[in-house]
């Protein structure tokens, strides 16, 4: 606690009596920076120094690792005077998990015998033969398309494959725009939206391919991951096979499904031989808040994911400094700051909400449990500023090094992003780089962290984030290459916005809807 500066606060807060202005951007006077200025360079190098040590194991979910990190959180806000967001002291979220471990098995196509890991990846278990396989292209059935037109596939195994119909004009004929639906973006919804249907027309399993993604899971299966963590089953949720396939595999099943969308019936005998273990993964989101003094039913959640992706088969740990380190530790000195500015009397009108969420590797899958069970209510939830890696420079962006990228901030609320803008100008004057804003961006950052599971339930979200480096997902993703004063600076632009936004006259306005 830096106790010369409250201090000093304590006394400027007696000298303009007791009524206190609301801070709008236009109206902003010396206190916002005045806590901004306490999040300082050496304690957020303090901080990832720890958080991102060997002693952390590479923060895997469910691991013990994790727990260090989440103990190391809890401690931090229990030594700030940071209260648990639940309101009974409990910092933790308990996030429901299953893990398949140890899978072995084949699937034989007529007389062919085809390897799990090197031409199919799945973690469910499934004894099966079928004496016929059904082709249904896309698997996408949406208002008046449909690609289970003319089949049966009750009881029977699917081959679908990835993307979706396009007009002649290069154009998505679901959306009538060049922009992708929910059925072909990169946010773990296109194969759960396929599910969903494959499931109500009473399909036993899944073959689906795709071909640009393939190599990424049979790579997470043998070589870098631990198996794929997922949700138990609730009541009215069926369970169903769900096998990812080879190029090789999908063209031996059906010759012509690079170009072929009509459903048809192929006369195949395809034979599944599936096993391994479910295992429960225990894990939690640590979740810490700031009551608002004016408005506390009102919440501007501020985020980061805690957790990494562990050790290597070979034994490497992945440390995770800047994914998501930087961004864990960035909450911890903003919590800090806005502690500060309450403990003299200067408290944010709007409550802040401090949540680090666990299983972000997996899947987002730690932010899915939260947006459908939240600890504060969605419908009072302002708006979501979430940090994914903010302490490392972009290759291309080399000699330009003073930026940040901002994802996903006028999506919903143009008064998000004018707000955004503004702060920056009057405050920091970091480039606020938009590349990967764009509705075309081929690397789809926008459906890739956990403000997505916010932006799904149309509240106003801002991603920020320094781009991919060499070290992204590698043992040598360690502290000493993160970029301290670039991590303040950035650090210090969030901690305005947030201050902004929990402190004007009203919430900001919503005037777009999600599209996926």
């Known amino acids: 606690m830096k106790t010369r500066i409250i201090i000093a606060i304590a006394l400027m807060a007696l000298s303009c009596g007791s009524s206190k202005k609301t801070a709008t951007v236009l109206q902003t006077g010396d206190i916002p920076s005045i806590y901004a200025n306490t999040i300082k360079e050496a304690e957020l190098k303090e901080h990832l120094y720890v958080y991102a040590s060997d002693e952390f194991e590479g923060r895997d979910t469910g691991k013990p690792g994790q727990k260090k990190a989440v103990e190391y959180l809890t401690e931090q806000y229990t030594n700030l005077g940071v209260l648990a967001a639940k309101g009974n002291g409990d910092y933790f979220q308990k996030v429901p998990l299953l893990m398949d471990g140890n899978p072995r098995g084949v699937i034989k196509i007529d007389d062919r015998e085809y390897g799990l890991g090197k031409d199919f990846?799945?973690?469910?278990?499934?004894?099966?033969?079928?004496?016929?396989l059904v082709y249904v292209g896309y698997g996408i059935e949406d208002g008046d398309y449909s690609n289970y037109e003319g089949v049966d596939v009750n009881g029977k195994l699917v081959l679908m494959k990835e993307g979706e119909p396009q007009n002649e004009d290069g154009t998505y004929l679901l959306t009538g725009t060049k922009e992708k639906s929910i059925w072909s973006n990169d946010a773990f919804d296109f194969l759960r939206e396929r599910r969903k249907v494959a499931i109500a027309k009473g399909a036993r399993g899944i073959l689906y391919f795709n071909s640009t993604q393939y190599d990424n899971?049979?790579?997470r299966f043998n070589q870098e991951f631990e198996p794929f963590m997922y949700f138990p089953n609730t009541d009215d949720e069926e369970e169903i096979f769900v096998a990812s396939l080879s190029a090789t595999m999908a063209q031996a099943l059906n010759p012509t499904i690079a170009t072929e969308e009509t459903a048809t019936e192929l006369d195949i005998t395809v034979v599944v031989d599936t096993d391994s273990s479910h295992n429960i993964v225990e894990t939690e989101n640590v979740v810490a808040m700031i009551p608002g003094n004016t408005k506390p039913d009102e919440y501007i959640v501020l985020?980061?994911?805690?957790?990494?992706?562990?050790?290597?088969?070979?034994?490497?740990?992945n440390n995770g400094?800047?994914?998501?380190?930087?961004?864990?530790?960035?909450?911890?000195?903003i919590a800090e700051a806005f502690k500060e500015a309450t403990t003299a009397?200067?408290?944010?009108?709007?409550?802040?909400?401090?949540?680090?969420?666990?299983?972000?590797?997996?899947?987002?899958?730690?932010?899915?449990?939260?947006?459908?069970?939240?600890?504060?209510?969605?419908a009072g939830t302002v708006a979501n500023l979430n940090i994914d890696m903010i302490g490392r420079i972009d290759p291309k962006r080399k000699g330009e090094r003073n930026y940040i990228y901002l994802i996903g901030s006028n999506r919903l609320s143009t008064e998000l992003h004018?707000?955004?803008?503004?702060v920056n100008e009057t405050y920091?004057?970091?480039?606020?780089?938009?590349?990967?804003?764009?509705?075309?961006?081929p690397n789809e950052f926008y459906y890739r962290s956990d403000h997505y599971n916010f932006a799904k339930n149309n509240i106003p979200v801002i991603f920020y984030f320094n781009g991919t480096h060499d070290d992204y997902h590698k043992p040598s993703d360690t502290p000493d290459k993160i970029n301290y004063d670039?991590?303040?600076?950035?650090?210090?632009?969030?901690?305005?916005?947030?201050?902004?936004?929990?402190?004007?006259?009203?919430?900001?306005?919503?005037?777009?809807?999600?599209?996926?």
């Open 486 to 516: 670039l991590l303040t600076n950035r650090t210090q632009l969030i901690f305005h916005t947030a201050w902004e936004l929990a402190n004007r006259e009203n919430r900001i306005s919503i005037d777009k809807s999600f599209k996926r």
């Open 418 to 422: 004018t707000v955004s803008e503004k």
């Open 217 to 219: 899971h049979a790579k």
């Open 428 to 441: 920091m004057g970091i480039e606020l780089d938009y590349t990967y804003n764009k509705k075309n961006d």
């Open 303 to 317: 985020s980061a994911h805690l957790d990494h992706i562990g050790i290597t088969k070979d034994g490497k740990i």
């Open 121 to 132: 990846v799945t973690f469910i278990n499934l004894k099966a033969s079928f004496d016929q």
């Open 345 to 378: 009397g200067n408290g944010p009108e709007r409550s802040i909400v401090f949540l680090h969420f666990t299983g972000e590797e997996q899947g987002m899958l730690g932010s899915e449990y939260y947006a459908n069970n939240p600890v504060v209510p969605l």
């Open 321 to 333: 400094a800047d994914d998501d380190g930087s961004g864990t530790v960035a909450l911890l000195e």
